[in-house]
């Protein structure tokens, strides 16, 4: 993407704030958040090692001061492994095609892909769950149901909504601040939110 290396260090800071605020903004309503679909949107425009860098400093910081309580080492890793997934699944995603560019997936594509990616998160998260409380894993299933419920219907709306508008800012409307001048032309061409499913007949 041509980012030097002060651009790098400056774009995983402000994604790591972004999904940091973006957990901490929803944190009064449970399971609804902001931060999955920001880590997703980092792996899919700057790639996985930005993406890994941002997770792991801002699930430490939430992980430390959670309003819902103490740091468990149990949840925070299994929470980490959920967040890997979901910036692995946005790497791959961003990753360029043949042509050059990058694809564009529509609103529905996006919704789809943020309820699975959740929907494995909370799987993931439940080990956790289980492990830390001593539960059999299909109680630790059972008893999140409805916060599962919550969080893959609530990622779905966030991801077909906030990714487009990520992606449209910081492609298009702040790529001559992002990326290196002689680079720009061979970033990202073209990105437009008619793509994410605005005009769909």
Same mark, same amino acid.
């Given at each position: 993407?041509? #980012?030097?290396?002060s /651009?790098w260090?400056?774009?995983t800071?402000?994604?790591?704030a #972004?999904?940091l605020v973006?957990?901490? &903004? ?9 931060? =999955? =679909?920001?880590?997703?949107m980092?792996?899919y425009i ?7 860098? =941002?997770?792991l *400093?801002m699930? $430490?910081l939430?992980?430390i001061?959670n309003p ?5 080492p149990? *949840?925070w890793? @299994?929470?980490v *492994?959920?967040?890997f ?5 946005? +790497?791959?995603m961003g /990753? #360029?095609?043949?042509?050059?560019? /990058? ?5 529905w594509e996006l919704?789809?892909?943020g309820?699975f ?5 909370e799987?993931?998260?439940n080990i956790g769950?289980s ?5 059999p894993?299909? $109680?630790a299933?059972?008893? &999140?149901?409805?916060?599962?419920i919550?969080?893959?219907? @609530?990622?779905a709306?966030i991801? @077909?909504q906030?990714?487009?508008l990520?992606? +449209? &800012?910081l492609t298009?409307q $702040?790529?001559? #601040?992002?990326?290196n ?5 061979? =970033?990202?061409r073209g990105?437009? $939110?008619?793509?994410y499913g605005?005009n769909? +007949?």
């Amino acid at each position: 993407m041509g #980012l030097s290396a002060s /651009r790098w260090v400056s774009m995983t800071a402000i994604m790591t704030a #972004l999904a940091l605020v973006g957990n901490y &903004a929803l944190v009064a309503a449970p399971n609804l958040e902001l931060g =999955s =679909s920001v880590l997703f949107m980092t792996a899919y425009i700057f790639g996985a090692h930005m993406a890994i860098w =941002s997770t792991l *400093i801002m699930s $430490l910081l939430f992980g430390i001061i959670n309003p819902w309580g103490a740091f468990i080492p149990q *949840i925070w890793i @299994s929470q980490v *492994i959920g967040w890997f997934y979901i910036v692995a699944v946005g +790497s791959i995603m961003g /990753r #360029l095609g043949p042509s050059g560019e /990058r694809p564009k997936p529509r609103k529905w594509e996006l919704a789809i892909t943020g309820a699975f990616v959740t929907f494995v998160f909370e799987q993931v998260t439940n080990i956790g769950y289980s492990v830390t409380f001593g539960m059999p894993f299909y $109680l630790a299933v059972a008893a &999140a149901i409805p916060f599962t419920i919550i969080h893959i219907l @609530s990622n779905a709306i966030i991801f @077909s909504q906030v990714v487009p508008l990520l992606d +449209s &800012a910081l492609t298009q409307q $702040l790529k001559g #601040l992002i990326w290196n001048a002689e680079t720009e032309q061979d =970033s990202i061409r073209g990105t437009n $939110l008619q793509y994410y499913g605005e005009n769909i +007949s």
